[in-house]
Nanobody, 129 residues
Framework: QVQLVESGGGLVQAGGSLRLSCTVS????????MGWFRQAPGKEREFVAA????????NYVDSVKGRFTISKDNAKNTGYLQMNSLKPEETAVYYC??????????????????????WGQGTQVTVSS
């Protein structure tokens, strides 16, 4: 059974920073590509960032480029989302997701939510103005 557990959410002032973590258990972490999504009240879940299984490729939604950084540490079975210069409109529940991959697609990044096999329970991020 694969489980994803997010942590690191909380309340921060506009312009502040948070680092979200996503720890994966149950299978070898290195076989996963990872993604981060968010859902604000009354809105659909949206893609935020993704990283390939190899860690060599990343993709971000335009609105966070230059401020957010996605990474993964295979030795710790953990993925991260460093968020800087946060804005009030980025208040949402943030979810991490993992996709099983094989060696041939180790450098692919995945943005659609339906591509992912496993999801965490979400962590609340609140940015005050």
């Amino acid at each position: 059974q694969v489980q994803l557990v997010e942590s690191g959410g909380g309340l921060v002032q506009a312009g502040g920073s948070l680092r979200l973590s996503c720890t994966v258990s149950g299978r070898t972490f290195s076989i996963y590509a990872m993604g981060w999504f968010r859902q604000a009240p009354g809105k659909e879940r949206e893609f935020v960032a993704a990283i390939s299984r190899s860690g060599s490729n990343r993709n971000y939604v335009d609105s966070v480029k230059g401020r957010f950084t996605i990474s993964k540490d295979n030795a710790k079975n953990t993925g991260y989302l460093q968020m800087n210069s946060l804005k009030p409109e980025e208040t949402a529940v943030y979810y991490c997701a993992a996709k099983r991959t094989t060696d041939w697609n180790r450098n692919y990044v995945y943005t659609p939510a339906h591509e992912y096999d496993y999801w965490g329970q979400g962590t609340q991020v609140t940015v005050s103005s």
